[in-house]
């Protein structure tokens, strides 16, 4: 059984910084990779950043230059550093585990980018 915890968000003024961990139970480098999503209110689940088992990694076009998604195997765990936060940045952060066998979520984070 996978088990993804994720941690990290919180209250913050736009163009603040958070930074957000997904720890997981177990090698991380078991899963093809792992990546952010994020939903806000009445709004659909969308991914944020992904990074591939070998350090690929990808963006949404909103985090492009402002997030940055990093892995510690040793740790099993992947982060999520985000700057330049935006009001439109607020929404539940979903940490994901993509592997041959299935995949995998956590229980999301509040973020909440307000003045």
């Known amino acids: 059984q996978v088990q993804l915890v994720e941690s990290g968000g919180g209250l913050v003024q736009p163009g603040g910084s958070l930074r957000l961990s997904c720890a997981a139970s177990g090698s991380i480098m078991r899963f093809n990779s792992m990546g952010w999503y994020r939903q806000a209110p009445g709004k659909q689940r969308e991914l944020v950043a992904r990074?591939?088992?070998?350090?690929?990694?990808s963006y949404a076009d909103s985090a492009k230059g402002r997030f940055a998604i990093s892995r510690d195997n040793a740790e099993n765990t992947v982060y999520l550093q985000m700057n330049s936060l935006k009001l439109e940045d607020t929404a539940v952060y979903y940490c994901?585990?993509?592997?041959?066998?299935?995949?995998?979520w956590g229980q999301g984070t509040q973020v909440t980018v307000s003045s």
């Open positions: 994901n585990a993509d592997a041959v066998w299935g995949d995998y």
């Open positions: 990074i591939t088992s070998g350090g690929s990694r």
